[in-house]
């Protein structure tokens, strides 16, 4: 690589090491305002029982969203990033609702409807070692009656 080239690969090499939303090692206690500080505005902010939570997704075209959470004083309790298969193997199809999936996972990539299903289809990006989909199927009362990951598929021309 050029000498020229070094100081370019190593500032963008920082700033991705950098990224606002590396919440993972926020510790324990620290406050709200320390957060805001440190990883701007969230991308939302939603009452919990007993606290808030502060959403940082990179939804509709990033794989990630970090949730963090602060307790009744505001102090973080845990973060997270969310948008993973153990985490979409909480939802329970039949008990959650579109408030419930977007309280856990924030706001979808996308919302579609299809003619072969009767309600809104949220769909969130992801990466588990490939590029992700994970559809939530809603009913006409926004109740989730499946979730499933599926392939993101880019189109790409063929290689031989």
Known sequence: MSSILWPAALALLVTACASP???HDLAPGTPR?????RLGA??????LDGGERLQYSLQPFGQYA??????????VVRSRQVLTANEFNRI???TWTRADVEREFGRPAMVDRVTSWNGPI?????????????F?????QDVVRRAHP???????PDRD
């Not at 305002?33 to 500080?37: F, I, K």
């Not at 599926?150 to 189109?155: A, H, K, R, W, Y």
Request: overall charge negative.
């Open 21 to 23: 939303f590396r919440g």
């Open 33 to 37: 305002d320390a957060v805001l500080e």
């Open 42 to 47: 969230p991308s939302r902010a939603v009452r």
């Open 66 to 75: 970090w949730m963090i959470d602060l307790d009744p004083a505001g102090r």
């Open 92 to 94: 329970q199809p039949g």
């Open 122 to 134: 949220m769909t969130y990006r992801w990466n588990d070692g490939s590029d992700m989909f994970y």
């Open 136 to 140: 939530v199927y809603l009913d006409g």
């Open 150 to 156: 599926g392939m993101e598929f880019i189109n790409a």
